[in-house]
């Protein structure tokens, strides 16, 4: 059973910036894509980045965009979410979850959507881990 455990939340001002962490283990062979999704309050879930296992290719969302960087480390198991120049508006919980192939190829946005569909399989959560970006 593929488990994902996330680290590196906590409370910082605007402008500064934090690490997060999400260490895998278990096989990832049926899951292609790993993904940080944010559920901020009052508000719905949304894709923040992905990575895609076969080829590196990456996706960020157009509200992180130059201020957040996935990486992925398979040496560690380990998927990292960089998170620079951080605003009130980042505050949320951020889960990190592997998603299987979908029925059809498509982009590597459309790999980490949670609520797009057409995933062959169960994605796989997280427990999250909490951002607070405050002064």
């Known amino acids: 059973q593929l488990q994902l455990v996330e680290s590196g939340g906590g409370l910082v001002q605007p402008g500064g910036s934090l690490r997060l962490s999400c260490v895998v283990s278990g096989s990832t062979l049926d899951y292609p894509a790993i993904g940080w999704i944010r559920q901020a309050p009052g508000k719905e879930r949304e894709e923040i980045s992905c990575i895609s296992s076969s080829d590196g290719n990456t996706y960020e969302a157009d509200s992180v965009k130059g201020r957040f960087t996935i990486s992925r480390d398979n040496a560690k198991d380990a998927v990292f979410l960089e998170m620079n120049s951080l605003k009130p508006e980042d505050t949320g919980v951020y889960y990190c979850?592997?998603?299987?192939?979908?029925?059809?190829?498509?982009?590597?946005?459309?790999?980490?959507?949670?609520?797009?569909?057409?995933?062959?399989?169960?994605?796989?959560w997280g427990n999250g881990t909490q951002v607070t970006v405050s002064s």
């Open positions: 979850a592997a998603f299987p192939p979908l029925v059809r190829t498509s982009t590597v946005e459309a790999m980490c959507n949670p609520d797009g569909g057409g995933h062959m399989g169960k994605i796989i």
